[in-house]
């Protein structure tokens, strides 16, 4: 087993990367409570991956920050198909980390802040 911990923008890459070439959706363990064997014990039974809410005990023992959550995958998945779509998801430019702000608008002040030629 492959076990990641990272915060949500970093789980959509690997969400993207398992979507990439078939389509299949990755589901969410939500049991919250000894998530981390949860996780595991489910990517090993199905051989899929799966993103989990670390536990209390993971957070307060294991130091798992607020924002992380863990994204759980067999290894040969990664070997196999993971890292490679990764890379073509981010060449790609629509899965990337950081995910850049959407910059190509024109910005404009609110009509209430806006000053017009009677105002003056």
């Not at 589901?27 to 919250?32: H, I, Q, S």
């Not at 806006?114 to 105002?119: Q, R, V, Y």
């Given at each position: 087993m492959v076990v990641v911990y990272g915060n949500p923008a970093q789980m959509m890459r690997f969400i993207h990367a398992n979507a990439y070439d078939?389509?299949?959706?990755?589901?969410?363990?939500?049991?919250?409570e000894g998530a981390m064997c949860s996780a595991i014990g489910f990517a090993k039974g199905t051989g899929k991956p799966t993103?989990?809410?670390?536990?209390a005990g993971d957070r307060i023992f294991g130091g798992t920050?607020?924002?992380?959550?863990?994204?759980?995958?067999?290894?040969?998945?990664?070997?196999?198909?993971?890292?490679d779509n990764l890379e073509?998801?981010?060449?790609?430019?629509?899965?990337?980390?950081?995910?850049p702000p959407y910059m190509a608008f024109t910005p404009e002040m609110p009509p209430a802040y806006?000053?017009?030629?009677?105002?003056l």
């Open positions: 078939t389509g299949e959706k990755t589901t969410a363990d939500t049991v919250a993103v989990g809410f670390p536990c920050q607020h924002h992380e959550l863990v994204y759980a995958a067999p290894y040969a998945l990664f070997r196999d198909k993971l890292v073509f998801t981010a060449k790609g430019g629509f899965s990337v980390y950081p995910v806006s000053i017009k030629s009677e105002d």
